[in-house]
């Protein structure tokens, strides 16, 4: 039986990165960048260089923290289309080195490259994950740092060893050593409630677990939470790679640059962020079944509701139906200025799900979404990739004209 071979390619400050390539005359020309939107803005970071890094800055940051430790740097918005674009490119380039490719994230990949030593002809792991390394940065543009291991959560600990532009490869039999480094903190999926009941146990390091029984542990923590603990912090780790990771969920969302109390300007808001997740959801072939609509209130209180619908829904006339009625519902309950604004759709399914293909063929005329919703989704993806984002928009969009307040942020899971 072959010995596991997993690396995890990550994209080295992917949005940055982005941001640079998106304008090679702004932020392409400083070393300091922070993107997330304009200096002025209320929202929050969500990447940072890594000269801008030393400085203090920080994903999740507020942007005016930002400028305050930072003033020099460039400030950028997300650049949506180019994370997109590139996401494929690299993904591309991956899926010619491994039989099984999974997209962790948009900016992480995992490549399962157990059994491929005949096809490299023994090359090691290490020299191999260079030259994927180089071969993604001269065809896309983007730097990747790769670690290597036996399981996918070693390899992605590796990965963050040797940033950016790094190679780390456990050798197989060298797991409890490398381990053995980290604090617990650092593993992912121990998140800072987890990490602060082992802290006051005594533990706040992999080596402070190895002289503590499983029982011991599982009394601590949970049954579930200690097995995997356990056998991560002495090195055995049986996580493998998918050939395609489950996308969770789609979404966009916008921060204010004022707070905004008239219901119908959030509605307005609202289609605008509908119209960008519809078209998030259509560019990989997905529908979804759940809607969500989140608010965060002035005082950062966050608000949110979820509803599911029977048939899976893509467009954006369906989306926005369904996250109005949840946006109502929230400003019933509680009133007062909102700063941000969410919609997300998940439950997804693909176009090669055989029950959503199914779906598709049986009329709902009570749902929300009908064939025409849909053909009237797909001819405006076709205009807006012919002639621009802006080729075709809702007309309740038009009229509130072009103050330069839209927003097109967006993440998927």
């Not at 071969?135 to 040797?162: F, P």
């Not at 004209?401 to 998927?412: E, L, P």
Request: aromatic letters at 6%; charged letters at 30%.
């Amino acid at each position: 039986m072959s010995i596991p071979r997993i690396l995890l390619a990550d994209c080295d400050s992917y949005f940055v990165r982005c941001a640079m390539l998106a304008d090679p005359e702004g932020a392409g020309r400083s070393d300091l960048v922070i993107v997330g939107g304009k200096a002025s803005s209320r929202g929050v970071v969500t990447s940072a260089s890594y000269a801008a890094r030393k400085y203090g800055v920080h994903a999740g940051m507020p942007m005016a923290t930002a400028v305050r430790l930072c003033p020099r740097a460039v400030f950028a918005p997300v650049p949506g289309e180019m994370v997109n674009r590139k996401h494929h490119e690299v993904r591309a380039v991956l899926d010619e080195f491994s039989p099984i490719v999974e997209a962790a994230s948009v900016d992480e990949f995992y490549l399962d490259m157990t059994g491929t030593e005949m096809l490299y002809r023994g090359e090691s792991l290490a020299d191999t994950a260079r030259r994927i390394q180089q071969a993604v940065m001269d065809r896309t543009g983007i730097s990747i740092s790769i670690g290597g291991a036996t399981g996918r959560t070693l390899a992605k600990m590796a990965a963050s060893v040797n940033k950016p532009f790094g190679v780390h490869v456990v050798p197989p039999g060298g797991e409890a050593d490398f381990m053995a480094r980290f604090d617990l903190a650092d593993i992912p999926g121990v998140g800072p409630a987890l990490a602060e009941a082992l802290r006051r146990r005594g533990a706040t390091t992999v080596r402070d677990l190895h002289p503590i029984d499983l029982p011991t542990l599982v009394s601590w923590v949970g049954d579930g939470r200690a097995e995997w603990l356990y056998r991560l912090a002495r090195g055995e780790d049986h996580g493998r790679v998918s050939p395609r990771g489950p996308q969770k969920s789609v979404s966009h969302e916008r921060t204010f640059a004022t707070d905004i109390t008239d219901p119908e300007e959030l509605e307005t808001r609202l289609m605008m962020l509908a119209v960008d997740t519809g078209a998030s959801l259509r560019a990989e072939d997905l529908r979804g079944r759940t809607v969500t609509v989140r608010v965060r209130y002035a005082d950062f209180t966050d608000k949110s509701a979820s509803r599911t619908v029977p048939d899976p829904i893509e467009s954006d006339r369906a989306i926005f139906t369904v996250a109005r009625e949840l946006l109502h519902g929230l400003l019933r309950k509680r009133g007062g200025g909102v700063r941000l604004l969410h919609v997300g759709v998940s439950k997804l399914m693909g176009e090669d799900d055989e029950s959503a293909e199914l779906m598709l063929f049986e009329e709902q005329p009570d749902g929300p979404e009908t064939a025409r919703d849909r053909k009237i989704a797909e001819a405006s993806d076709r205009l807006r990739g012919k002639f621009g984002k802006e080729a075709i928009v809702p007309a309740r969009i038009v009229k509130r004209g072009k103050d330069g307040s839209r927003g097109r942020g967006g993440s998927q899971t």
